[in-house]
């Protein structure tokens, strides 16, 4: 068994090795939308078809016109869903974009550049705008956001001494209609120093990886 | 040398459109009161200002002068959650139209006929920085009368 899988990752290592950096960048972007499907009912099946085919066809990576239809299709779904659309949707389709006109330009360099500045303008973006929030250096991003947002329910419950019963009544606090009568002064339970210390690590971790990642590019 | 020039540009232009983007983002939450989450300026995660904190309320207005809270059903959410992120004229009139619309439909419990107006009003959530105490506060307010052609 272990060596099956020591050949998988050598094989794997090998074809790594073997690519050149746009084929590795390219085969990577295919994958995402194949893990991730994006788009509406009638963008995603041709999303998906042009991602399988980049991958499965030999050197059909290297098409201008491929990356040209996904750059198109990824923008559309980007202004499809504006507003509403997330970041994710908006990188997808720079960076279709980039493939596209460094195949049509031919020249890897063209992409390499557009990747190391979109990766370091984005992190940048997001680091600056952290900075800059009124509510995130001081922490009330992630200690509001770690009570309302479900995703991070069990998180909370597992690394602080807070309880889902505590977590419910704060929700029916912090989410209750207050337009004409102000909330009540508190929380109707003491803010655990676990449930601080979490919020506050976090704060400063996501300030400290994206700033680095963006003074790195 | 032209060519050499297009090239170039060709080039930038991955990098060109984000900055566009981003500048038009910054542009948008400035002026126009976008949520920091959206419009691909990489706000997401950085601020309490997310859609989910920005309460919509629609308030049918009939014609005697009685007010009545208007709940939108599923269908009609999406409309709602443009209207929150960017609460222009643009998106509150679209949600006024939609929601003029669900009120003409049958089980609504309000008579179209007898409706004068639509108030709607965008709220957004803010929390003390020791307590977590909320706070809210009216981003947008916007009232459609019936019979108005934008809403």
């Known amino acids: 068994m272990d060596e099956v899988r020591a050949g998988t990752v050598s094989r794997l290592r090998l074809a790594t090795l073997e690519c050149d950096s746009f084929e590795l960048a390219a085969k990577l972007t295919f994958l995402t939308p194949l893990f991730s499907p ?3 009912w009638y963008i995603r099946p041709l999303i998906l078809c042009l991602s399988a085919a ?8 290297r098409s201008r016109w491929l990356w040209t239809l996904l750059a198109l299709l990824t923008t559309l779904r980007v202004w ?3 507003i509403l659309a997330d970041n994710h949707a908006y990188l997808l389709a720079y960076c279709c974009l980039a493939c596209a ?4 330009l031919r020249d890897a360099r063209v992409l390499a ?3 190391r500045l979109l990766i370091g303008l984005t992190f940048a973006f997001a680091a600056w705008q952290k900075w800059a929030s009124p509510d995130y250096p001081n922490c009330v991003f992630f200690l509001s956001t770690f009570l309302l947002d479900d995703r991070f329910e069990d998180f909370v419950v597992l690394l602080t001494s807070l309880t889902y019963e505590q977590i419910d009544l704060a929700r029916d606090y912090l989410e209750g209609d207050y337009r004409f009568e102000p909330a009540a002064e508190a929380l109707p339970f003491a803010i655990p120093v676990s449930f601080r210390v979490l919020s506050y690590l976090s704060m400063a971790w ?3 990886e994206q700033t680095l990642v963006a003074v790195a590019r | 040398m032209r060519q050499g020039r297009v090239r170039k540009i060709l080039a930038w232009l991955p990098v060109l459109a984000l900055l566009a983007g981003t500048l038009n983002h910054f542009w948008l939450v400035s002026r126009h009161q976008l949520s920091p989450w959206l419009g691909g300026g990489f706000g997401m995660f950085s601020t309490t200002d997310v859609g989910s904190a920005r309460p919509v309320f629609i308030t049918a207005v009939t014609r005697s002068g009685d007010e009545r809270p208007v ?3 599923e269908p009609l959410r999406e409309v709602m959650r443009h209207a929150r992120t960017l609460p222009d004229r643009e998106r509150l009139a679209a949600l006024a139209a939609a929601t003029r619309e669900a009120i003409g439909e049958e089980g609504s419990g309000l008579d179209p006929a007898d409706l004068a107006a639509l108030r709607i009003e965008v709220w957004r959530t803010r929390y003390d920085r020791d307590s977590l105490r909320p706070h809210l506060s009216r981003l947008a307010e916007k009232t459609f009368r019936s019979g108005d052609q934008d809403g």
């Not at chain 1, 980049?54 to 990576?61: A, C, E, F, I």
């Open chain 1, 54 to 61: 980049g991958l499965l066809v030999p050197d059909l990576w």
């Open chain 1, 38 to 40: 994006v788009g509406d």
């Open chain 1, 113 to 115: 550049l557009n990747a």
């Open chain 1, 101 to 104: 006109i460094s195949a049509w």
């Open chain 1, 80 to 82: 499809q869903d504006w």
């Open chain 2, 71 to 73: 709940t939108l059903r």
């Open chain 1, 206 to 208: 996501n300030l400290f």
